[in-house]
């Protein structure tokens, strides 16, 4: 199954040059989503709040392997862009495969950039180029206690052998 939300850079490029020419607002923040959350749903849909079309970054498999460590992904990219593309939030998913999504912010051009709350605004990767064309750069509250590293270690606390 592939969602028609879910695309390559090129088709995502083209597809917002006309909802741009629309004057629509593009909202972009990026993740690894690996173990999707309530904290999730909540930051996506604040962030959806912020204009009129969102798009998501994700993390490729190996890129997540790489910020994260070897035991991750838990969810192969494929079934992370599925469920990120389920979401009502959701506007567009693009996979990415550097460690930054500089590259995917060059080619958007976001109308607003968007992070979690852990991030600070000075952090935020490619915050300077956003501005720098007249774009927002927004960290949003970040909820405490949720969070997909917590959610594994919870995991396997509760399924370790001797608790089995």
């Known amino acids: 199954m592939r969602s028609s939300k879910i695309k390559n850079l090129s088709s995502a490029v083209n597809a917002l040059k006309k909802l741009k020419k629309k004057r ?32 998501i970054g994700l993390n490729s498999d190996s890129s997540v392997k790489k910020l ?3 035991s991750r992904p838990i969810v192969r990219q494929k079934y992370r862009a599925i469920v990120l593309a389920g979401m009502e939030a959701v506007d567009m998913v ?4 550097e460690l930054t999504p500089l590259k995917l912010i060059k080619a958007i051009k976001p109308d607003v950039l968007v992070k ?16 720098s064309y007249g774009g927002r750069v927004r960290s949003l509250p970040y ?19 001797d608790n089995v």
């Not at 607002?25 to 969102?54: E, Q, R």
């Not at 693009?94 to 495969?97: E, H, I, K, L, R």
């Not at 909820?143 to 052998?161: D, E, P």
């Open 116 to 131: 979690g709350g852990d991030w600070k605004k000075k952090d935020i990767m490619g915050s300077d180029f956003v501005e």
């Open 24 to 55: 629509l607002k593009i909202v972009f923040t990026n993740g690894c989503f690996d173990i999707l959350h309530a904290g999730h749903v909540s930051y996506l849909s604040k962030a959806k709040s912020l204009g009129d079309i969102l798009v």
């Open 143 to 161: 909820i405490k206690g949720l969070s997909t590293r917590g959610m594994i270690a919870k995991i396997k606390q509760l399924y370790t052998c």
């Open 68 to 70: 994260k460590g070897e």
């Open 94 to 97: 693009v996979v990415f495969s």
